[in-house]
């Protein structure tokens, strides 16, 4: 699919801030769980099984009975229009109700969806504060529900660097920024991937303090805990001055390697790769 492609007509999990185009996926979503329907894995494929011993996993999807439409509600609708659908109803005024009637008939994925969908953007104006906590809540669970049901996950997130930050970054422009600081004047922002790559992907070997000194986000403590759980090993250390406190020794370390760690999953290239000391 391309970039044109509406959002919710993409085969990718869609970010909690894009509420209506998360319930306009909802419905294709549940068909494609009752599509999958009793088999143990979300590509379709079943497998032969054995008779189930004590604490084994029950052979029902018991996820995908929880959202397939039959006789019955499924519960997991029956959550959406108890706890989203019915607080927005509720709270509208006379004409904003004429202007998005309630779906007639059988409440199904698709109607009540779309009724949510159109009624979104209007119903901020008329839920208290504690109401849109909830209604988004109850939203993002029910799609976290639909979307572990057909093995769609969220795309990996780069945490963001900052020291007691547990945020994670998002590109905006050329940057990486956090995504808890985005507004604030003082936001936590570093180069973004390209930029990255292109400053220390072929870049000298540095010592600990030029690493910390150079690198954004990096720090000593966390660059020693890296070493000490072999995520990262020097390219070479010396005894020639007290760089480094582990026994005076000093290391010497290839930048990309460090990179990737603090900026984990910017690149999928082999680390250190081109490097030179």
Known sequence: MTDDTPLHERDEWIPPECKVERLLQMPALAAMAAQIGQSRNPDGTTSEHSAPTFGSRPAARLDIIDLAEGPTTPAELQTLVMWCSRP?????????????PQPIGTVSWGTECAWLADVWGDSRAWLDEADIDMVDMTLD???RCLTKAVG???????????????????????????????????K?????????AADWRQHRAVTTSEAVELIPGLTAGRLRQWKRRHKIRPVHTDQSSSDDPEAGQRHWWRP?????????GIDTGEKGQDMVA
Not at 169 to 174: A, I, K, Q
């Open 88 to 100: 927005i109803w509720e709270a509208l005024d006379p004409d904003t109700k004429a202007a998005h």
């Open 141 to 143: 669970d029910t799609y």
């Open 152 to 186: 769609l996950r969220p795309p990996s997130q780069i945490p963001c660097p900052h020291e007691g930050c547990r945020s994670h970054l998002e590109p905006m422009g050329d940057m990486l920024v956090c995504h808890a600081t985005r507004w604030q004047p003082f």
């Open 188 to 196: 936590h922002e570093y180069p973004g991937a390209a930029r990255l």
């Open 256 to 264: 990309w390697d460090i990179v990737l760690l603090v900026f984990p």
